[in-house]
């Protein structure tokens, strides 16, 4: 059965540059939300979208933003990486809101 | 890879009573077993968790079990009040350090009718 696939898998990036994740929701799934783990914390949810639309919003950075295609694909974009932006980003699709989630493997981002 | 599945994807339960959501993994590998609880608008907060060398743990009114031969641990919520609603995910894990791969169940949607 289809996944969730997130690209990269891994990600090293510098202090101030920029990163584009990539979330691919399982076909017919039009809701993505986006989670933060970083090293021995809970998940924190960042930003969801349903239908295209920004649907909820977490504890993302002004940094950072986000949205969803006419696909249904997402994108996370990190500008001026900081240290404590590394951490696994999880994304994860359901079909509406609220329950039956997927998650991705997750992308794991290392800002040097 | 690990394969977490998790059953049922919603439940209602009056309150007072008590509820029990089950999770399967694949991976014996897999010796790290948390519970979260998400509320709408936030991240999943770490309720319990339970390693693979134990076999029940209990804090207050929620309980886990693990079952390492079958490959299946249950979360047990008794004297369900509303504000247990929420939606609750398990996962497994190789361990709870920084680099170890959480692999999360689907979520099940708990509501808890007064």
């Known amino acids: 059965a289809a996944g969730v696939i997130q690209s990269p898998r891994h990600l090293i990036k510098e202090k101030r540059e920029t990163a584009t994740l990539k979330c691919y929701p399982i076909?017919?799934?039009?809701?993505v939300y986006w989670y933060q783990q970083g090293p021995g914390q809970d998940p924190q949810f960042l930003i969801s979208f349903y239908e295209k639309m920004q649907s909820d919003k977490g504890s993302i950075p002004d940094r950072f933003s986000a949205q969803q295609f006419s696909d249904y694909h997402s994108e996370l974009n990190m500008s001026s990486l900081e240290l404590g932006d590394s951490a696994l980003y999880f994304c994860a699709s359901s079909i509406g809101q609220g329950h039956g989630y997927t998650f991705g493997s997750g992308t794991r981002l290392t800002v040097v | 890879g690990e394969n977490v599945e998790q059953h049922p994807s919603t439940l209602s339960v009056q309150e007072g009573d008590s509820a029990v959501i089950k999770c399967t993994y694949s991976?014996?590998?897999?010796?790290?077993f948390p519970w979260y609880k998400q509320e709408l608008g936030k991240g999943p907060q770490l309720i319990i968790d339970i390693r693979s060398n134990v076999g029940e743990k209990k804090d207050q009114r929620i309980a886990v079990t693990l079952n390492k031969t079958a490959k299946h641990f249950s979360l047990h919520i008794t004297e369900t009040q509303p504000e247990d609603s929420a939606v609750y995910f398990c996962a497994a894990s190789e361990g709870a350090s920084t680099g170890n791969q959480f692999y999360f169940g689907t979520g099940t949607s708990l509501t808890v009718i007064p």
């Open positions: 076909p017919r799934h039009d809701t």
């Open positions: 991976d014996s590998a897999s010796n790290y």
